[in-house]
């Protein structure tokens, strides 16, 4: 179940949604006048986040690039790869 705080909460209990943020890995939905403003969340579960949207992207790039035949034998990318690693 999402945790849901007001804004005030933000400068009087700070250190508790802090908390929950850690503790749960998932962001605190803060709210405005009664609507939804912002979600807080910690660095780690936002970069996991990132994380998790870059790979969807490049699978999505290796997707597409499947379906155009612009792909090779994966032996041949590795021996490009070593290939610039030695020079």
Known sequence: MPTIRPSSDLRNHYNEISELCHKYDEPVYITK?????????????????VGKFELNRLLDEGMDAMKKQKVRPFHEAIADIQKEISE
């Open 33 to 49: 006048n009664g609507h939804g403003d912002l979600a807080v969340m910690s660095i780690e579960t936002y970069e996991k986040l």
